[in-house]
């Protein structure tokens, strides 16, 4: 003899698969928001100049042309870790130095490349820059971008 579902018994299945189903996304949800907030940022080291350095970067629109921890445009290089790719990681006076002296050398002038506008920023500002790249390349990015360059 076969048992066949009454609309009853396809309602409960319905409702009791959807609210298990919700439960496990917003437990999920709270896990995932939870584990930003305590393990991947370094909330603790932000200065009024990474702020400033932030606020730089998003003024100037460098997220036009650069990526930086794999969000924005591919057609520059990931901003990210270049105080780590130039060995200047954690030295704010040398990142300083390397960033001013490179934003300075814009545009090089190579013929059928495109250049990065010269934004002609104080001291500073640069300095600030410097500091938000140094602290973003500090987060714990969990290995991403995912490559060597990156």
Known sequence: MREVMTKSMTRNIFYGGSLFFLIIFLGLSVHSHLYILNTSTD??????????????WEDHACVNCHTILGEGAYFAPEVANVMERWGVQNDHEAAFETLKGWMEAQPTGVEGRRQ?????????????????????????????PPNEAG
């Open 116 to 144: 990065m506008p010269r934004f002609d920023l104080t001291d500073e500002q640069i300095r600030n820059l410097a500091d938000f790249l140094i602290w973003t390349g500090n987060i714990n990015s969990q290995g991403w």
């Open 43 to 56: 909330a603790d080291k932000l200065t009024d100049s990474v702020v400033a350095g932030k606020r730089i």
